[in-house]
């Protein structure tokens, strides 16, 4: 069974960086992997996109700030965030692209708190 595990939010201030790491346990490596984000009381955001071939896509408000990359085990990805803002703060999640369905469910892992102080 799939498992996904997030790692390395945290609480910075304004301006400051952060990697989030990402790996997907699996027996098979999607075709594409993304980070979302969640707010409270908001519906979960897609961050950023990344192809098995490389090809990245990211939201127009982080476009210049985060950058998204695979590791050489093409199951994990990395999310690269500077010039943070306190709007950045969220729930980062990362998952496959479409999203990891398991009996029927949509999954999802524990996530990863990203917290930017003024």
């Known amino acids: 069974q799939a498992h996904l595990v997030e790692s390395g939010g945290g609480l910075v201030q304004a301006g400051g960086s952060l990697r989030l790491a990402c790996t997907l346990s699996?027996?098979?490596?999607?075709?594409?992997m993304g980070w979302y984000r969640q707010v409270p009381g908001k519906q979960r955001e897609l961050v950023a996109t990344?192809?098995?071939?490389?090809?990245?896509n990211a939201l127009d408000s982080v476009k210049g700030r985060f950058t998204i990359s695979r590791g050489n085990d093409k199951n994990t990805i990395y999310l690269q965030m500077s010039s943070l803002k306190p709007e950045d703060t969220a729930v980062y999640y990362c998952?496959?692209?479409?999203?990891?369905?398991?009996?029927?469910?949509?999954?999802w892992g524990q996530g990863t708190q990203v917290t930017v102080s003024e």
């Open positions: 998952n496959t692209s479409p999203i990891l369905m398991i009996n029927g469910r949509a999954y």
């Open positions: 699996s027996e098979f490596s999607p075709n594409a």
């Open positions: 990344i192809t098995s071939g490389g090809a990245a």
